[in-house]
Each structure stands twice: as C-alpha cells, then as structure tokens.
C-alpha cells in the first residue's frame, strides 16, 4: 500500500476546513481555531514509533505556550500521514500504543505523573500525563463511526485538562457542552454514546472514538518514573 509524504502546512489547512465545516459540532474547536490556538505538526505512521521522541519534544513545545489564564481552549494536533485505512479497533490500538510510548518515555527521563489527574485508567478521574501536563485526547480518523471523529489522516488532538477545569470554574464549559450536544444530536441524530461528564467514567473510554462496552479495558499501563 502506498505510503503518503506528510506535510505539516498541508495538513494543517486540511484540519482547519475539518473543523470550520458546517456540520462540525465542536463549537470549542471552532472558537480555538478561530483565535489562532490550534497548534498543528506531522509525522509518518501512527502505527510506528520512530517519531514519538520528536512528538514528545512537540508536546514541550506546546505546553510550553499553554496560557493557564487565557480566553478559551487551546490544542495541539498530532497528525499522521499513514495508514488511512485503519478499522476503529485498528485505530484504537495505534492510539494507545502511541499514548502508551509517550509515557515510557516520561518514565525513563524521572518525569512523574501530574498531582491533578488520577494514573489510574479505570479511575472516573484519570487524565493523561505527558511531560508533566494532563491531558484530554481526541482521536480522529478515516473510519470513525461518529462524523465528528472522522479526518482524512489518523490524528491525536491533545488539550490540557487545566484550562477544562478553568471553563468549568466559570461556567463556560457547561455552556458550550450544551451547544455542542445539541450541534451532534442535530448533525448525527443521535449523541455519541461514550460521552461522559468528568468525574461520572473514566475519560480514557472517549479518546478513540470508538463506541466500547462495560466490560472494555484501557491498556495503558503506568510506569514508575525512574
């Protein structure tokens, strides 16, 4: 299968029509993009990890920027040129093996788990910590059953759990979760069936987009930083 040549500015355009598309439900997306606060770069196989080093040095980069008292969201998108043609389950499992290496990574170097999310993957608290942040990941792909979800090239969107918690501080966040629930359910015809409040099952069920049962495992593993 021909593999396709990643280009960061390309993508990057491309990501951005995804998501002022009309029938894209995220309005916290569109509101990010449209204050210039979606960082995008590209690598090569999601199902490879010959870029995760580079990837990781990106997340740096990028929570290095993060404004804890900004206006809105702020994200980063991590996008793959390969494979397009990767079933949910196929997805999933490059998700979290991804996810998975970012975190050996923080382990080796002694970067230990953010104090504000539980490590715990089962836990209704568990967020994601790379290089000290917590974060929320979107995945995106070609073949996601959930319109929302579905992206020309497989993605990983990662967006800080802080400013989540700032939106919820004000009021902000309850607002726009309405708005974007009822964008879904008028696009879809239906809400997606993983969405979860924060604190109500463990976020990790949402990041692929995949719908899962009771009995799904997350299978990430936490290492102890050395």
Not at 184 to 204: K, Q, R, T, W
Request: hydrophobic residues 40%; charged residues 25%; proline residues 6%.
């Amino acid at each position: 299968m021909p593999t396709e040549t990643c280009s960061a500015s390309d993508y990057a355009n491309e990501l951005s029509q995804f998501i002022r598309a009309p029938d894209f439900p995220c309005v916290g997306a569109k509101a990010a993009l449209a204050q210039d606060q979606v960082s995008c770069a590209a690598y090569h196989d999601i199902e490879s990890a010959a870029d995760d080093v580079t990837l990781r040095s990106d997340l740096q980069a990028f929570i290095r920027l993060l404004r804890p008292a900004g206006p809105g969201v702020q994200s980063f998108a991590a996008i793959f040129a390969n494979p397009q043609a990767l079933t949910e389950k196929g997805f999933e499992k490059a998700l979290w093996n991804r996810l998975q290496s970012l975190h050996n990574l923080d382990a080796v170097i002694g970067e230990v788990w953010n104090k504000s999310a539980a490590s715990d993957p089962d836990s209704p608290h568990f967020s994601l910590s790379l290089c000290g942040e917590a974060f929320f990941v979107i995945g995106l792909h070609p073949n996601a059953s959930r319109p929302a979800r579905r992206f020309r090239m497989p993605t990983l969107v990662f967006n800080s759990h802080l400013q989540f918690e700032r939106l919820r501080e004000d009021g902000r966040f309850t607002a726009m979760q309405k708005i974007i629930r009822k964008r879904e359910l008028e696009i879809s015809g239906s809400l997606n069936p993983m969405l979860n409040d924060f604190g109500d099952a463990s976020e990790a069920r949402q990041y692929s987009g995949r719908q899962v049962g009771e009995a799904w495992t997350c299978p990430f593993k936490v290492q102890e930083a050395k």
